[in-house]
Nanobody, 125 residues
Framework: QVQLVESGGGLVQAGGSLRLSCAAS???????????MAWFRQAPGKEREFVTS????????RYADSVKGRFTISRDNAKNTVYLQMNSLKPEDTAVYYC???????????????WGQGTQVTVSS
């Protein structure tokens, strides 16, 4: 059984910061550093959208244009954990944030094999 467990969501004022974490576990998951990791988000009434991804050892990144310069993805393979540092938050960042694991570096959500349950981020104006 594979688990991706997100944490760190909450309510924050516009301009504030949050740091999300996603811890991976499970006997069938294998080695964490064999996966590319990503964050997606889904706002009410909207499709799930790509936010950012990171390569297996953290040397490459992709960001959606909407979060470039504000969000930073990182990972700690020793802890089987991926992080999302979110700064200068805006009300339009309000969504459920999901971490996901893939065998490829991609922004296509269909390529992601494992998903977390999501954590709510709410940004008030």
């Amino acid at each position: 059984q594979v688990q991706l467990v997100e944490s760190g969501g909450g309510l924050v004022q516009a301009g504030g910061s949050l740091r999300l974490s996603c811890a991976a576990s499970g006997r069938t998951f294998g080695t964490f550093d064999t996966y590319y990791m990503a964050w997606f988000r889904q706002a009410p009434g909207k499709e799930r959208e790509f936010v950012t991804s990171i390569s297996r050892f953290g040397g490459s990144f992709r960001y959606a244009d909407s979060v470039k310069g504000r969000f930073t993805i990182s990972r700690d393979n020793a802890k089987n954990t991926v992080y999302l540092q979110m700064n200068s938050l805006k009300p339009e960042d309000t969504a459920v944030y999901y971490c996901a694991a893939s065998r490829r570096m991609t922004s296509d959500r269909n390529e992601y094999i494992y998903w977390g349950q999501g954590t709510q981020v709410t940004v008030s104006s």
